[in-house]
């Protein structure tokens, strides 16, 4: 087994009409360069050209424009494929193989296209994508995020840029970007609005697809490293540069977005990436005729530096800012006015700073050790307010400034600042390997949550308190306002060893986390299990303890909320990954997971929450995929998941929100020439658990203005519309002179298929407003210069 790290488009000065690949390797185990690999690239016309690394270093040049299959081989080590890499005239393209050591025990070694397993002690679900897989994904537009979909438990219906994991809510995925943690990845996630917006997180992550050189993936049991959520883990590796320079720029209806990678200018071994975007959606809304949505703005930029001391160390620096604005004003309210009903009279203010700034000093020792520290600061800045207009008050056309409102009735500040300290260490002994680490970070946190006056809310659940004989609730500043600061200083520390028996390794681990903002001391036991029963067939099994603190926001709600305590999960999981042929294999994995001191949201009137609930989540995930070879790629998903909850106040058990029973996704990938590719994404996801209402009329009468209501009972006792849609994606690359032109089409939802979201309320009217099903193009282009 291998993994092969993928990083594209660096370049150097070269003989036009020719390019070259460098290539690295390295021992997967000791990250020690390996001497003598044969390194083979082979074009799709029968080109091969050969080299022999030298202090794990090998260049392939004189390459012709198109794509190669590059091959390592070496004694003693698992021969590594990686089946499309594309040379692009003057610029050489730089590979990594992490090549695994070969059992002894196994007579029979089957070679791999590419490793997308990230975590060879991991369980047999873990996966791996390129630089590549993620900018050509069809349906990701220009989105990281959306480009996971596919992934073994990934659920995805393309509305948001946030996704769910074998039941659990977008909001509970772990995320690390370099090593540093880093929740906020995904713009707009709003904290006030339409109920789908806020569970559902937001529509699109801060990073472009070129600019995550991989993305490692795990849906459960990954080590005791971790720790924080319990849906998944994500890691994505920001490129590094390289070492000459190439410059793109993106345009699309939104925005435009420049990266750079490249020498840095102020140090011969330091390296650059640079990314800048702004996107304007209120432009693009009006643009397209759906004004009424809004007016969000938003700017990302990221640096990253990386720079070789010496033959031992290394060392990295990482900035992100990654600033927000939403505004939806009386304006874009009455815009809806002009082709149909108005469905919604909220006000909406959002502003928000965003960044991180950190350091990584990596550094070898011995034959097999390796230390690395990360220091880092993050901060957050976010100001969220919400109001109501009052359209239907005055005549139709009235101007907008003379439309009654009540602006910010409803204001939640959220600052946080953390600072960090992250050192792991690995080296390997007898039975295999030993890692350790210790985290540090010293949080301050500043939350506040105001109601400027009594408001009436016309969406609510029958068991929420509400005046007598009403049939809606009124929010009192009493019940919500609260304010939260805090500052505490969180540590966590972890040791595992890793059991090294050739065809057969284990790994035992145990973490410890002292979260002071719940007072509390948590301990959390993880183990994998991996045997090669065959060269084809591989089995894993995990088990573990995994805790998830409740949400700054959530903890803040309500003075009650304070000393929330953390959930609890306990994990199983078993699968096998069996190589049907060379280029198809087969992953089944079946979990089980048992929940305790689940949060329990009291109602709608107030902030509280309690640690009463519990529940269990049962499922299996099946991935028949065809890897990539002769130009092409496809793959076949299906999970299966019944996650149940109970809240323990006397209702029983129920289905959890974001629970789909059935899931199903069909892809492929077709590089049809140097010039075409084509790629789609077929979606399909049974109906999401909903609750049963009744319709009130005229719920003010006798005064004015005209409301209905809807009210609420029997939690998630049905099932909603299921989703499917087709995403399909089209880029078209052509050389024009000293430029490279890149024309993409990657249109969502290509016939317009349901959405599957809940339906809206409209409290004008008492309709139920179904989700517009949507098609989505997202047409760009790309100019990209070397030098």
Same mark, same amino acid.
């Given at each position: ?518 007072? +509390?001391? /948590?301990?959390?036991?993880?183990? !994998? =299990?991996? &045997?090669?029963? #065959?060269?084809? @067939?591989? $089995?894993?099994?995990? *088990? ?22 953390? +959930?609890? /999960?306990?994990?199983?999981?078993? !699968? =096998?990954? &069996?190589?049907? #042929?060379?280029? @198809?294999? $087969?992953?089944?994995? *079946? ?22 609930? +519990? ?45 789909? +029973? ?126």
């Amino acid at each position: 087994m291998h993994k092969v790290l993928l990083l594209l488009l660096a370049t150097t000065p070269a003989v036009a009409d020719i390019g070259a690949i460098s290539v690295d390797v390295v021992d997967a185990v000791t990250r020690r360069p390996v001497d003598g690999v044969t390194i083979t690239a082979e074009s799709r016309d029968g080109e091969v050209r050969s080299a022999t690394t030298t202090e794990g270093k090998a260049l392939l040049d004189s390459l012709e424009d198109g794509f190669f299959r590059v091959r390592a081989e070496s004694a003693g080590y698992v021969t590594a494929v990686e089946p499309a890499v594309r040379v692009l005239e003057q610029r050489t393209g730089r590979l990594r193989f992490e090549l695994q050591p070969v059992s002894d025990s196994l007579d029979e070694v089957v070679v791999v296209a590419r490793a997308l397993e990230a975590d060879p002690f991991g369980a047999v679900s873990d996966r791996f994508l390129s630089r590549d897989e993620l900018r050509n994904a069809p349906g990701s537009g220009s989105d990281v995020m959306r480009a996971l979909s596919g992934l073994p438990g990934v659920v995805s219906n393309g509305e948001f840029a946030a996704f769910s994991v074998r039941g659990h809510g977008p909001k509970s995925n772990l995320i690390y970007v370099d090593g540093f943690p880093f929740q906020q990845v995904v713009h707009f996630e709003q904290t006030l609005g339409e109920e789908d917006e806020i569970i559902n997180g937001g529509r699109y992550s801060i990073f472009a697809p070129n600019a995550v050189a991989g993305a490692e993936f795990s849906p459960g049991g990954w080590s005791a490293e971790f720790g924080g959520r319990d849906a998944s883990l994500l890691q994505l590796d920001v490129v590094d540069g390289a070492p000459s320079p190439v410059a793109s720029l993106r345009l699309d209806l939104a925005g435009a977005e420049f990266l750079y990678e490249g020498p840095s200018g102020f140090h011969d071994n330091t390296t650059m990436f640079l990314q800048a975007r702004q996107f304007d959606f209120g432009q693009f809304f009006e643009m397209i005729e759906e004004e009424s949505l809004g007016a969000p703005v938003s700017t990302d930029v990221i640096l990253k530096t990386h720079t070789r001391l010496d033959d031992d160390d290394e060392f990295e620096f990482l900035a992100i800012y990654a600033p927000e604005e939403y505004a939806r004003d009386v304006k874009h309210i009455l815009a809806a006015e002009e082709d149909e009903d108005i469905e919604d009279v909220t006000l909406q203010n959002e502003d928000q700073d965003l960044a991180l700034i950190g350091g990584t000093w990596r550094r070898m020792f011995g034959n097999d050790g390796e230390w690395t520290n990360r220091i880092y600061y993050r901060e957050r800045d976010r100001v969220s307010s919400e109001g109501e207009a009052y359209p239907d008050l005055v005549p139709p056309d009235t101007p907008a400034d003379q439309v009654p409102v009540r602006e910010k009735l409803l204001t939640v500040k959220e600052k946080e600042s953390e600072f960090g300290w992250r050192s792991d260490v690995s080296f390997g002994n007898g039975p295999g390997i030993f890692r350790a680490g210790l985290h540090l970070t010293s949080n301050d946190l500043d939350y506040s949550t105001e109601l400027r006056d009594d408001w009436i809310r016309y969406i609510y659940e029958s068991d929420d308190p509400r005046p007598p004989g009403a049939n809606y609730i009124v929010l009192q500043p009493e019940e919500i306002d609260s304010v939260y600061s805090a500052s505490e200083t969180n540590y966590a520390a972890y040791g595992e060893q890793l059991f090294d028996w050739g065809d057969a390794n284990l790994r035992a681990g145990l973490r410890y986390d002292r979260n002071g903002f719940g007072d +509390e001391d /948590l301990l959390s036991p993880r183990f !994998g =299990f991996n &045997y090669a029963i #065959s060269p084809r @067939l591989r $089995l894993s099994a995990t *088990a573990g303890i995994f805790y998830e603190p409740p949400s700054n926001l959530a903890r803040a709600a309500d003075p009650d909320n304070f000393d929330l305590e953390s +959930e609890r /999960l306990a994990h199983f999981s078993l !699968g =096998f990954d &069996y190589r049907l #042929s060379d280029n @198809l294999d $087969l992953l089944v994995e *079946a979990y089980y997971q048992d929940l305790d001191n689940r949060l329990v949201d009291s109602g709608r009137t107030s902030g509280r929450i309690s640690n009463d609930g +519990e529940g269990t989540n049962t499922g299996v995930d099946l991935v028949l995929r065809r890897r990539f070879d002769r130009g092409w790629s496809a793959d076949f998903v299906y999970s299966w998941n019944r996650y149940q909850v109970d809240d323990n106040d006397g209702r029983g058990e129920y289905d959890w929100d974001f629970s789909r +029973e059935h899931f199903v996704a069909v892809g492929g990938r077709w590089e049809i020439n140097d010039r075409w590719q084509v790629a789609a994404r077929w979606k399909y996801g049974s109906g999401l658990p909903t609750y049963r209402y009744l319709v009130h009329d005229d719920v003010l009468a006798p005064n004015p203005p005209v409301r209905y209501s809807q009210e609420r009972f029997d939690l998630n006792a049905e099932r909603g519309d299921a989703f499917h849609s087709l995403d399909v994606r089209v880029d078209y690359r052509r050389k024009i002179g000293p430029v490279d032109l890149v024309l993409f089409a990657d249109v969502l939802n290509v016939y317009g298929g349901p959405a599957g979201l809940q339906p809206e309320f409209n409290i004008l009217t008492g309709e139920i407003v179904d989700e517009e099903e949507e098609i989505l193009p997202l047409l760009g282009l790309i100019v990209e210069y070397a030098w």
